[in-house]
């Protein structure tokens, strides 16, 4: 069978090279005999942030972002929120398939029996100070979780990774639970393992005084829903550092720690705590045309819109959207809602969104809902983390199991002087240009 190619020919020595055509791709490594001599280092490809290279083969995530869909290893996103826990959806993410019954009990069962943390871990979350951002308390304390477990640093043997994997899904819930209480002075909680994860965490936020904590059914299945729509995201910002940080082999728990700290940027994971402070800008359901104007007029942009893959709606936004509405009715309708439903109407309608594709993404009504459940704009990140903890380990492990992968290293441009003859101190003028 022929094989599909690219015929490429060189201006510059008038010469035709074939590059073969894999999976809509060619292999930037088949440029480097485009050469004008046996100097020329060969041709590379210049592509800042990623735009349109793949970095690597995945069969975790699948997405179409022209049609809005999204499926985990070949399950729509959909049935998997309606049907599954979000430790069934981990399971897949990391196995590859949905577990058996008695798969699930298991995994179930050794995830439950992580999730305690070490009371050095707990010491250390005691010394952050009263008003630490709770994704700074996270992504410390995962690295931190390196000193605990420096046999994880043996990153080759499967079993030993199975069970940091297993650490890290478990304790995750704990960390984030305990950035929760310190950063509102409580006690911190420890874990009750006669509880789903979802309702666990719950515990581990809420509970007071009371001897056993009680989870709301209708609260505790939206937060697994929100979990499983967070859990991956294919080649997103912190799976890429995920990959990256550990194509160095460096422990999970510090690639984590990378991973996390990339989600914590407002273009990222921090959007819904940016959406939730636009919403309290905007103010009210009439003051959007204003705001929407503004944002056109290049004063800023529309928090939790847009996406570099969706360019439709985000699969995810609409079953939150369905989700907040359950919430809703055991909290009460959070008067953002109409705020942001206007905003996302007045948007969808807007020939500079539709021209450009901008949709409401999955951080536009998380935070709507994370804030009817009671939590503050900075908890939502750390929302976001728990659950991506699963996504990144499975995309961490698929690296280091791809025989094509090696350390994560980019190639550079070029831009500064040529070699430069060096100037003794006492004789250096003054700058001649501004210093960078
Ligand atoms: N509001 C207004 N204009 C926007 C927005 C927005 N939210 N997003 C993109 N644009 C404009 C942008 O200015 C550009 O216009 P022009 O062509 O005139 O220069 C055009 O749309 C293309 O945008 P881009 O910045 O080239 O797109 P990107 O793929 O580099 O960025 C993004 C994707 C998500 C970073 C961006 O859409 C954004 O900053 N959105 C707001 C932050 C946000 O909601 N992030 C959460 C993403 S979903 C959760 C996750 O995966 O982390």
């Known amino acids: 069978m022929s094989q599909d190619v690219l015929n490429v020919t060189d201006s510059r020595t008038n010469q035709t090279y074939s590059l073969p055509i894999e999976n809509g791709t060619i292999r930037a490594m088949d440029l480097r005999q485009i050469k004008t001599g046996s100097d020329d280092f060969g041709l590379m490809t210049y592509d800042p942030a990623f735009m349109n290279t793949a970095s690597c083969r995945s069969s975790i995530t699948f997405i179409d972002g ?14 998997l929120a309606e049907h599954c826990s979000f430790l069934e959806v981990a399971y897949l993410l990391l196995f590859g398939d949905l577990p058996t019954q008695h798969e699930l009990a298991e995994w179930v069962g050794e995830i439950t029996h992580h999730t305690m943390l070490h009371e050095t871990t707990k010491r250390f979350m005691e010394n952050f100070r009263y008003n630490a951002h709770p994704m700074g308390m996270l992504v410390s304390t995962l690295a931190a979780m390196s000193t605990i477990y420096p046999e994880a640093r043996n990153i080759h043997d499967a079993p030993n990774r199975l069970l940091q994997i297993k650490r890290l899904i478990a304790k995750i819930p704990s960390i984030a639970a305990m950035s929760y209480r310190h950063s509102l002075g409580f ?25 056993k904590y009680v989870a709301n059914p209708v609260m505790a299945r939206a937060l697994d829903i929100l979990f499983i729509l967070h859990a991956d995201h294919e080649q997103n910002c912190s799976a890429n550092v995920m990959r990256s940080a550990g194509s160095s082999h460096a422990d999970p728990y510090l690639s984590a720690a990378a991973a996390a700290a990339a989600l914590s940027g407002p273009l990222h994971g921090g959007a819904n705590e940016e959406v939730l402070k636009m919403l309290d800008e905007i103010g009210s359901k009439e003051a959007v045309p204003a705001y929407v104007k503004r944002v056109k007029e290049g004063h800023g942009k529309l928090m939790g819109f847009g996406h570099r893959v969706y360019k439709n709606y985000d ?37 500079y969104f539709i021209k450009r594709k901008l949709y409401p993404n999955v951080d536009f009504y998380s935070g709507i809902i994370y804030q009817a459940m009671g939590f503050k704009p900075e908890m939502f990140t750390v929302l976001f983390a728990i659950p991506r903890m699963a996504g990144w380990l ?17 190639r550079q441009i070029w831009t500064g002087h040529a070699t430069r003859e060096f100037i003794p101190l006492a004789k250096r003028g003054p700058l001649a240009t501004t210093p960078r």
Do not use: C, H
């Open 66 to 79: 022209d049609r809005g869909i999204l499926q985990y290893r070949g399950n729509p996103i959909e049935v």
């Open 394 to 410: 499975a995309q961490w492990q698929e690296m280091l199991t791809d025989d094509e992968q090696k350390i994560s290293r980019p």
């Open 187 to 211: 006690p911190y909680v420890y874990p009750d393992n006669d509880l789903s994860y979802a309702e666990n965490f719950m515990n581990m936020l809420w509970k007071m005084v009371e001897p």
């Open 315 to 351: 699969p995810r936004a609409k079953i939150i959207k369905w989700t907040a509405e359950r919430v809703f009715e055991v909290t009460g309708r959070n008067p953002k809602l109409d705020t942001a439903l206007e905003l996302e109407r007045i948007a969808l309608e807007d020939e």
